[in-house]
């Protein structure tokens, strides 16, 4: 390089790169280094996110003196790629504003305390990236650091709304019985006896700390829940521009909500008086709910899924599956369990050594009577496993994962969007179908058992349709807490027992409307591009094409693949 080379002045594209490179390294860890731990970057392991006034308002202050700097690289000379990776990080640092300034959790949600700290130990638990003594020591500097955020908690938490103290309440024996428990049991095999000694002390004050702070949640901060959980419709649209980089008005995304509702309902009717001339639908979903397979068995049932599912995607040339390596199926952990039903816990993108990927099933509640637990288990009835198994494996979250390491820059492997993930999920429950999954011979016995499969997909989206009307009505002020019970049930076409789980978890995750309008954007994206291509479509092609971009909002990706900014919907 010469003299005059290597004076010259940076490049935009190389100024965004060293300060995406400082948000990341400077702001964005630091300030939540569980998340660090969990994408592979284990110099933040015994680290633990700080929840004091000061900390807040110095992350703002860090926050908006990015904002200022990032905006100020003109987008332009940046390139498509490049240009995109700049909105990314935009809309990170505008969301986590949003988060902290407007919508602030930490002074309304009790639980992001307690299965916060819950959740910073289990990722160093969870996967053996580093030794058994390493790891418990990162485990020992975090514990010793919760009781203090605890009381942070004390500090911080004003007015909450009920049903999210409430929901702590619910969770914390959950939360209590992981660091009782799953911990030790976990660590055992450490070799240090002056570590393990450490460990002894430190777990049994996280412990005294969760069960004071259970004490006084019920004692003192229930009887001061009073706030609102609605974020306003102002907040609600703002959130989704940032995360989503959608920026429709609400009453247009309400009537698109609406419309497929109507659609998926009058699909299942159809099918269902095709299937059972003489029974109203509704009875026909009590028939299909009563077909699920017993609790003890549910784990299996899912891993039982796998082989059909991948070779129906490897000779139908579905999607590349870039790995042979199967995710691990295992009970949802303890603090997730109240509004979660399944999910997928991949390892982070830069995880080097613990790289194993788990399905997370949430079994009944040992403490739920039979009629209960027959209501529960409806959730996962044939159709629904399936549907189910779809979205969080093969070809749903998944194989979304094992494409990451193909995305183009840091950005996209780090920062990216639930209508991406969550609707290129549920966009594959009804795609595998289409394309002729569970016909008879391929997932089905028959063609009755066929039938029943796709009543479970349109059963669950159906349920990611009054998602998309529930978040909207409820947070905008619209819609009650009880109505948007009756409203999964007799609109969702869902159980009870699973209206009252997605209406709490509305509360507090108000855009969950993303799992529809993904999906959504995905199928207008694809039929856009074959009316482009004409024959030279490629279905394999187009999901390949799709997920090595990242997971980014869906408007990112329409622009790399159409290489136009026509409207996502």
């Known amino acids: 390089m010469t003299a005059s080379a290597a004076n010259a002045p940076a490049t935009p594209k190389e100024q965004f790169l060293k300060l995406a490179d400082a948000y990341f390294d400077q702001l964005y ?20 996110e700080d929840f004091s006034r000061k900390a807040i308002d110095a992350q703002v202050a860090g926050l908006k003196d990015f904002e200022a700097r990032v905006s100020a690289i003109p987008a332009a000379p940046l390139g498509p790629s490049t240009g995109a990776d700049r909105e990314l990080v935009l809309a990170s640092i505008r969301s986590t504003l949003l988060t902290l300034e407007t919508i602030r959790p930490w002074e309304k949600n009790p639980d992001t305390y ?47 709304p009920r049903i999210y103290t409430q929901i702590a309440i619910d969770q914390l024996p959950g939360n209590i019985s992981f660091f009782q428990h799953d911990l030790p049991l976990a660590f ?5 006896p002056a570590l393990v000694a450490d460990f002894a002390n430190t777990n049994a004050a996280v412990i005294a700390a969760l069960n004071d702070y259970l004490a006084w949640l019920k004692s003192d901060l229930l009887p001061q829940s009073n706030g609102d959980f609605r974020i ?44 059972e001339p003489n029974k109203d639908p509704k009875d026909v979903l009590l028939q299909l709910g009563a077909n ?64 194993e990927a788990y399905f997370n099933v949430t079994l009944p509640d040992p403490k739920m009577t039979p009629a209960e637990v027959e209501d529960y288990m409806h959730a996962f009835n044939i159709g629904t496993v399936i549907s189910t198994a779809v979205h969080e494996t093969y070809p749903g979250h998944y194989v979304q994962f094992l494409w990451v390491p193909q995305a183009p820059s840091r950005v996209r492997k780090l920062l990216g969007a639930n209508t991406n993930a969550e609707g290129w999920a549920h966009y594959c429950e009804q795609m595998m179908l289409d394309e002729g999954y569970g016909q008879p011979g391929s997932g089905a016995k028959d063609q009755h058992e066929a039938s029943l499969l796709r009543l479970g997909q349109l059963q669950d989206a159906l349920l ?93 990706i329409r622009e790399a693949m159409l290489g136009d900014t026509s409207p996502t919907l």
Request: net charge positive; proline share 6%.
């Open 232 to 275: 306003g419709a102002d907040a609600f649209s703002k959130k989704l521009l940032y995360e989503e980089m959608v920026d429709l008005p609400l009453d247009r995304l309400l009537a698109i909500g609406r419309a497929n509702l109507r659609e998926n309902q009058q699909r299942f009717i159809a099918l269902a008086k095709k299937l």
């Open 114 to 160: 307690s299965s916060g700290i819950t959740n910073s130990a289990f990722v160093i638990m969870e996967r053996k990236f580093a030794s058994p003594d390493d790891r418990l020591r990162s485990l020992i500097a975090r514990e010793k650091l919760m009781p203090s955020r605890l009381q942070q908690a004390r500090a911080n938490l004003k007015n909450p």
């Open 188 to 192: 055992a095999d450490a070799k240090d």
């Open 29 to 48: 860890f630091p300030c939540n280094p569980t998340l660090g731990t969990f994408v592979g970057y284990h110099q933040y392991d015994a680290q633990l």
């Open 464 to 556: 990611r349709d009054a998602r998309f009307i529930v978040g909207i009505q409820m947070h905008t002020g619209a819609m009650t807490y009880d109505q948007a019970i009756d409203f999964f049930q007799k609109e969702g076409y869902q159980s009870k027992e699973t209206a009252i789980v997605e209406t709490k978890r509305g509360t507090s995750d108000p855009t969950y409307l993303y799992y529809t309008l993904g999906k959504l954007q995905i199928l207008k994206l694809r039929e856009d591009l074959k009316k482009k291509q004409g024959a030279a479509f490629s279905l394999e092609k187009f999901h390949n094409d799709f997920l090595r971009q990242g997971f980014p909002p869906i408007k990112i």
């Open 292 to 355: 699920h397979p017993a609790p003890d068995q549910l784990l299996a049932t899912f891993r039982a899924t796998f082989d059909s599912l991948i070779g129906f995607i490897n000779s139908h040339h579905i999607v590349t599956i870039p790995s042979t390596v199967r995710p691990i199926l295992e009970e949802t952990p303890p603090f997730m369990r109240a509004t979660t039903f399944a999910s997928m816990d991949t390892p982070g993108p830069f995880e080097k050594h613990a790289t």
